[in-house]
């Protein structure tokens, strides 16, 4: 599903130039839950910013289902670190927002999003703003979403 | 969450208290000052001519009709320098190019002197309420088309990104992120610069004017009538008062979302 060949990623130019990225392989397969795991500063969130299409590649290769990744798209979710709900949007409109962008209707996408909403213990609190939730929380609708 | 009873309790304990303290204290001190003399009526009229200006005025008739010609003013000659700044602030925020061919201008417009562009108005819009319009225009929509265009910028690029990867094209980026993302720092632009339209009122009514608070103040400033200056003056301000308070009730209304203070 993802592949990633001796991909790299460098930052800066000249004498200020940092490798964030050096060579890297990956591969993740259909279904497979994969982890990144290192020390501060290693370059686990350009590596993870670049499968989502956020950061450019300086050299090497990353696919996701034989497609070159080229920008940010729907077939890559991704929960950023600091959660970075709406914070105008209430939880169920936050969860709904993919299928909004999708030009679903407000009953399919308010009934899928309610599933969700379910999934992770959050039902009754539909209606609340993320300035209301608690860290936790914040993290699981963003999940969610 | 505070109950709706500790809320009233702190309203009248807390910060406006302290505000109406201060009023009085500037009361006081202006009272004390003028009534014993220390400062000569000619530069400080007491508080009771003050008031007896604001009767005068309304038995001319002109009390209301005159605070009525300058908001609307006011209003006019603002609305259109916010109908003119939300659509070319967001242009400037969302485009380099924009950016690059507006931006220079209306920094460098920001500081023309605005008393010195009056004599302009009159040439190109007349002496109605066209030019009026236009002078509280001009002190207002260069700063404020920048500002909207920072208020856009200042959208977390976060939040861009996460309607990026949920698959937003651009335009729904506009419409869903950067339109309300944007809300509480426009709504705060806007705020602040009808603080600023009123300042303009003056020089509105500087010339060709028959009417309105700044008319007034300018023939009382030809007759040394000190008092119906200072009538004049605390009305604009309490009126300038109203709309920072509408303000910020409207922010509270329109943006419930917001963790900023500043629409308190």
Known sequence: MLNITNLSKTFGDGANTVTAVDHVDMHVGKGELAVVVGPSGCGKSTLLNIVAGLETKTSGDARIMGRDIQGPGADRGMVFQSYTLFPWLTVQKNVEFGLRIKNMQAKERADIAQQYIRLVGLEGREKALPKELSGGMKQRVARQR | ?264
């Open chain 2, 1 to 264: 969450m505070t109950t709706p009873r500790i809320h009233l309790v702190r309203r009248v304990t807390g910060p406006a208290a302290l505000s109406l303290l201060s009023f009085g204290t500037i009361l006081a001190l202006w009272t004390g000052l003028s009534w014993s003399g220390a400062v000569k009526p000619l530069f400080l009229p007491r508080p009771e001519a003050v008031l007896t200006a604001f009767v005068t005025m309304h038995r001319e008739g002109i009390l209301w009709s005159y605070t009525w010609d300058s908001t609307y003013r006011v209003m006019v000659g603002w609305s259109l320098a916010v109908a003119a700044a939300l659509p070319l602030g967001v242009l400037i925020a969302s485009s380099k190019k924009a950016e690059a061919i507006l931006s220079p201008v209306f920094e460098f417009s920001r500081y023309l002197p605005v008393v010195a562009l009056v004599p302009l108005t009159l040439l190109y819009f007349g002496i109605g309420d066209g030019q009026k319009f236009m002078v509280i225009f001009l002190g207002t929509f260069f700063q404020l088309v920048l500002m909207v265009a920072d208020s856009v910028a200042n959208v977390p690029r976060d939040l861009v990104r996460a309607a990026a990867t949920l698959g937003a094209s651009p335009w729904q980026t506009y419409r869903l992120v950067l339109i309300p993302g944007s809300l509480p720092g426009v709504m705060d632009n806007l705020r602040i610069t009808i603080g600023w339209a009123w300042t303009y009122l003056v020089v509105a009514e500087l010339i060709a004017a028959n009417s309105g608070l700044g008319y007034m103040i300018l023939r009382a400033q030809r007759f040394l009538a000190i008092d119906r200056i200072f009538a004049g003056l605390i009305l604009i301000g309490l009126l300038g008062l109203g709309t920072d308070y509408l303000f910020k009730w409207l922010t509270r209304v329109i943006v419930p979302w917001s963790e900023k203070k500043a629409g308190r």
